[in-house]
């Protein structure tokens, strides 16, 4: 079935660095890319997404890169703040049918 | 954002009990979902619905149920509540022809004992 698998697990940076997070997909007929935060006690909400006809895209310090040939996509933030700190997940969606999520990443922005 | 109402947010009870979560939403959007949040383990599709007619399993369905009440509402059942369902349950709902992005409810946190 469909599986999509997120790295790292936690991650730990200093505040003004930069922090990456990867996942891969399995299934190929797959061709949407979001991306949730899911802060503290709160739900899950929408920061950035990608389609499967574009292979990057950038919102001020956040930015997706997708390679459908290795079923490979990542989150990159840059300039990281203290209120980036919260849980990332990444998903994949076939014609937005259904929507199936990676595990997630803890992200700490150290100040 | 009250767009997408759970009830109830916490839950105890007790191994055996049957359980019902409710979802509601007022965006008007068609497809529903319900999700299941495990630490280390992400968000995981229990149920998802297109439309009052449409009911479909998801990855882990075994133990659940779900009913599309009309389509606005879409519940979540437990017949017989176990201690591994312990979990915090998330609703969500997408538009037909929007964007595919999920809007989520508050989330209902469910501790079986």
């Known amino acids: 079935g469909e599986n999509v698998e997120q790295h790292p697990s936690t991650l730990s940076v200093q505040e003004g660095d930069s922090a990456v997070i990867k996942c891969t997909y399995s299934d190929s007929a797959s061709n949407y890319f979001p991306w949730y935060k899911q802060e503290l006690g709160k739900r899950p909400q929408l920061i950035i997404d990608?389609?499967?006809?574009?292979g990057e895209k950038k919102d001020q310090r956040i930015a997706v890169t997708l390679n459908k040939t290795a079923k490979h996509f990542s989150l990159h933030i840059t300039e990281t703040q203290p209120e980036d700190s919260a849980v990332y997940f990444c998903a994949a969606s076939s014609m937005g049918f259904k929507t199936i999520f990676g595990a997630g990443t803890r992200l700490f922005v150290k100040a | 954002d009250a767009d997408v109402t759970q009830t109830p947010r916490n839950r105890i009870t007790k191994t055996g009990k049957r359980i019902m979560l409710e979802c509601s939403q007022t965006k008007g959007h068609d497809r529903m979902y319900w999700y299941r949040q495990d630490p280390g383990l992400g968000l995981r599709l229990i149920y998802y619905?297109?439309?009052?007619?449409?009911?479909n399993k998801g990855e882990i369905s075994d133990g659940y149920s779900v009913s599309r009440q009309a389509q606005a509402k879409f519940s979540l059942s437990l017949e017989s509540a176990i201690p591994n369902q312990t979990a915090l349950y998330f609703c969500?709902?997408?538009?037909?022809?929007?964007?595919?992005?999920?809007?989520f409810g508050e989330g209902s946190r469910l501790t079986v004992l």
């Open positions: 990608i389609r499967s006809n574009v």
């Open positions: 969500a709902t997408t538009g037909t022809t929007g964007t595919g992005e999920l809007f």
């Open positions: 619905s297109f439309d009052v007619k449409d009911i």
